[in-house]
């Protein structure tokens, strides 16, 4: 059997190993491998540039926040608790975090593969000065190693920030979120730009747990009384101009399925009173958030703020882990999704006005080329998000292009989300789709379909300028 | 920067770049790049040939008829009466060609990677003899040069035909149309054989705007009573029978959904007494629509025409436009298509008899494996189409290859479709098609799946063979 | 044109022709080339190794068995009588053995690209010693010489299950089955390990033909009343004890949808009741079914066995093949699955328990990323079976570890399943196999994805040690 080489970062990686195609890809990588990054939808807690303190050890920055990572150990049949997921039940989690990670690194292999365990080699490479692979034997030595990088002052997230060359990060926030920390970065007088993004639906989705405390929070941060359907509307309005004010240029809503459907105003305040006194039915709470993404539109038309769409996604499949670990523990499961039926009153009402910027996202590929490639390559309002969670990845992205690009071109686009709560994964995301275009690109260009100089041009508008255009950046 | 170079297409265009497999598939085009062009499936208009006049100017040739190509313009938002797209409810298009042409020169880099801008490059460098990049700098001398080339005597219809090689051209053609122009051709006494085939959709979807005119067309072109539900039968042979003297050998149904049902002739009859009392709903067209698929396939076992079905599209799917701008202007959406359940009936009635030749196409990818392959590879009567409209393109034939190819084998596809409005693409189609065929088989040449002799046999009977007999050409 | 050359297998097939991936890929082959087969789901009929009498003829031992390949030469027009094979309604079948195989040489090159074209090919240069491509000129000398070379004792089924390197080999067998050549087997002193797998379909489904009947049969081996919903079950947890006893390690179902509801005690025994009043309606059936799938986990959980579930096909779709010829005769098809809302119940009841080890399959391949993936990756008991029938190909092995690696890992898959009643096809479907995950893997490290020393690792995992611990062997 051959040696374990030492961890570290082949210049290649990801690029066709044919040699005409790798020489082009090379070339192409090279023009965006220092542009500066636009985070336009992620998760990042805006609160880890306000305090700006060190991050406390591996496990606490690498393990327990990233369900990616966790739910493949469990997969594999090691409980969350000796992983340290806290429960919300009050049962008891593993604390020893060098535990934690010891278990990690016995199991590394099952990230062979992944875009997870090709994110973490890169941060530990990258980030952490690691250049040992992970395994059993050498968990604590490279736990006790990262313990001290993150320590030093050029580790601090806000320095991690600079060193990324983050140019703007946007997080993702309720409209019931007083955005505290993002002041407290502009009163801070660091330069770093932190936006929000504004994601009402803990207050459209009736079936959100605590949507009548959400809609009084809603009242108390507005100041408008929500009682009512209109006052409702009101003061998601005045929350999304204050949401404009602290720097968002994009609004997100995470749906089950992209159903849409008007109400008249007297339907949809049906509905809300219904949902106020707690009498609302699940095909109540589909037919208000179908409306409500008819008006998060009109809205978008008047504010300018771009609007995101992430359907096609059952929460919280696996109810015993909902219930003792809460949500976003790796039990969302895709599922098909039908674009061009749900769709169809909303682009047949604001598709055809080419100021509205709606950004539609998927997780069903099977909707690329069928329905959202054809869709975006004729309504004007319409462009197709990046490759999205699972396909964030290698051949995901891949896939991505190989379904998109013939059917909506290049520039129904939007360039690329790295769509995540882990910090230190910025770059390593990025640069995998840097790579995954610039192979892509490579391929097309040694097969003549494109020439070099084509290429040379979109690979900065797919790593830059796509996303400035599209976010309003 | 890489300079701009002259506008030229590479000998190895669409072939791997990998140096084994390009020197395979460069053997096995070579084997077909002359072979005369069948083009079975298709909508040019017999006109052009009866007529033989000159192209009117290169916007008239190129833009203004292809919804292909303004639907990408459009959904940048370039309005479609900037490009001249005549509008059906009296409004204002662009009338200045020139004006048109340099938007389209301005907005060329959104074709980079589509099938539409390779045939406009493969249309200027070989039929029009642009030898530069399309740009917004080149498009007036480009617009002159084109508009130039065309009043020469070999660019009028019918030497551009004999100049492609076409062996025959099938036409589509309502059942209420006189073929006037196809007898026109005939009569000329010039030899190119222009044919039409039988799309009754028209008159078999109670659903289509005019209907009821439609259905008093037929009686008048057929002299038969269609009043009744078997006076509707009889007109439709009787029109069968006068495409087949005109040189039909095939028939096509573009239909919602593939599905199909056997109805009584009392009930048949009831629905059809419905629909011509304007009384017709939704659900009336699709029993009818359905029970018609399997009246055709009876006529065809009848008549000896090949039967097409084209299914899965969501036509029109843009109200606005459609409204503005009429049908087939870039707003027909596909859609997830089941054709397991749907065909079930008509494969059970018809589909064990192999005199009966059903090309069934899809805009569904899904559908090739995990359907339309093992359909096909069971049942005598049924051949799958080639990858059709959007996926008529260089990753959207090679995904048709690797998807079909394993468990159809090559023997149940027929050849390829052109499927074209647009005369002068039908060479640059044909060429992608064999060149992605020739990449195929490379490839199973050098992966040692085929033998270079197996290769060599299956290439031709891919361009040229399989149309040949499954259209009965 | 090219020579045809001689019949051979190329060392490096289905490796990919790109020279770095290429040298990897033979390297991670010859680790595993070798290798013992672990053949734990398939169907080859344990008779063979009781009798252990020559194989009658070519026609017999390689044609009239297998519904892959007539399937495909029906479907090009050839009459299934005169392939030989036996009709269920009386009517005459060809019994020229001769005569078929000439047919099969006439009509192979309908054949070419396809896995079954691929495997024959495999078995006639390794198994039968032929070194002509099977061809009409040549159909009859082939014949001769594999008609002689099978009667040579090397090639009796025990001495080929020996050359064959076969560590245990599973078959598939009704719980009314007596396994009475199982018991031969071991009685015979022979050492060749044949074990059963339990697959209860035809008690469980009541849309079984002959349902009532088998009940009775279920009674009659179990010793146990089956006239009760609780004796049923009885009677199938007696059944698995003995099946176990008889070295079975799994358990496997055949199902429509993997649709899946817990009933109560009470309910089920109402919808058992029905149907022994044969009363029970397609809806019964299915709930039944659905609820069975819920028993067998319960059941599994508590004896250990592996559990196998197989959904997704229409079966019997040709209904006039199915009337003259009977079931498995090439009209099973795919349909679209839904695995996200139809295991939840199952999931939810079971999918977090990691002693239980659940292999879900699929035909539907959008459901590998979309759906499957997610699912194993996160819960601990669920794994996914290798790509299965039309997709246990080169193509389709390759589609399944892009779309699934990537989400769920290499390790929440099971190795390879040969899942076949040819019995000498087994080393072919084994060696392509692993041929595409050496190439796969060559891939990822050519590509910087894996290190080659990880890759020696997982390659040998995919070929042996996954299918030892799932199947627990």
Not at 190 to 213: E, S
Not at 246 to 262: K, N, R
Request: contains cysteine; hydrophobic residues 40%.
């Amino acid at each position: 059997m051959t040696e374990k080489p030492p961890l570290d970062l082949h210049p290649d990686r990801y690029f066709s190993s044919n040699t005409m195609e790798r020489k082009i890809a090379r070339h192409l990588y090279d023009l965006v491998k220092d542009v500066p990054l636009l985070c336009p939808h992620g998760h990042v807690d805006a609160k880890l540039f306000a305090i700006n303190a060190p991050f406390p050890d591996p496990t606490e920055l690498l393990i327990i926040p990233d369900h990616y990572l966790f739910r493949l150990l469990y997969s594999q049949g090691i409980p969350l608790e000796s992983l340290g997921i806290p429960r919300i039940d009050g049962g008891a989690s593993e604390t020893d975090h060098r535990k934690i990670w010891q278990i990690v690194g016995d199991n590394f292999h099952l990230f062979r593969g992944t875009p997870t365990g090709a994110w973490l080699k890169h941060e530990m490479v990258t980030v952490l000065g690691v250049n040992k692979r992970l395994t059993g034997e050498t968990a604590m030595e490279i736990y006790d190693q990262i313990q001290e990088t993150l320590q030093k002052p050029e580790n601090l997230p806000r320095a991690m920030f600079e060193r990324f060359h983050i140019e703007v990060l946007s997080t993702t926030d309720a409209p019931t979120d007083t955005l505290e920390f993002h002041k407290q970065i502009r009163q801070s007088g660091w330069n770093g730009k932190i936006i929000p993004a504004f994601r009402p639906d803990n207050v459209t989705d009736f079936m959100v747990k605590g949507w009548r405390q959400n809609i009084t929070k809603l009242a108390d941060v507005s100041g408008v009384d929500t009682s009512t359907y209109s006052g409702f509307i009101q003061a998601l309005e005045s929350r999304r101009a204050f949401f404009q004010e602290m720097g968002a240029t994009s609004t997100d809503q995470g749906v089950t399925t992209p159903f849409t459907i008007e109400l008249t105003k007297t339907d949809a305040a049906t509905l809300y009173d219904k949902a106020m006194r707690d009498q609302a039915a699940p095909e109540d709470a589909r037919l208000f958030t179908g409306h409500m993404i008819m008006e998060m539109a009109r809205m978008s038309l008047e504010d300018g703020m771009t609007m995101q769409v992430h359907p096609g996604v059952i929460r919280n499949h696996n109810t015993l882990i909902y219930q003792k670990f809460g949500a976003d523990k790796g039990g969302d499961i895709p599922s098909a999704t039908d674009y061009v039926n749900n769709l169809k009153p909303l682009l047949n009402k604001y598709g055809n006005d080419s100021r509205l910027n709606l950004i539609m996202f998927t997780i069903d590929e099977t909707s690329y080329s069928r329905e959202l490639a054809p869709l975006a390559g004729h309504y004007p309002a319409l462009k197709v998000g990046p490759a999205w969670w699972f396909h964030d990845s290698r051949e995901g992205m891949l896939r991505y292009r190989r379904l998109m690009t013939e059917t909506a071109g290049f520039y129904n686009g939007v360039g690329f989300n790295d769509d995540t709560r882990a910090f230190p994964s910025i770059p390593a995301r990025h640069d995998v789709a840097r790579r995954i275009d610039a192979r892509y690109l490579a391929e097309l260009v040694a097969e003549h379909v494109l020439d070099l100089d084509e290429a040379e041009e979109v690979i900065v508008d797919l790593a830059y300028f796509l996303a400035k255009k599209n976010y309003r950046l």
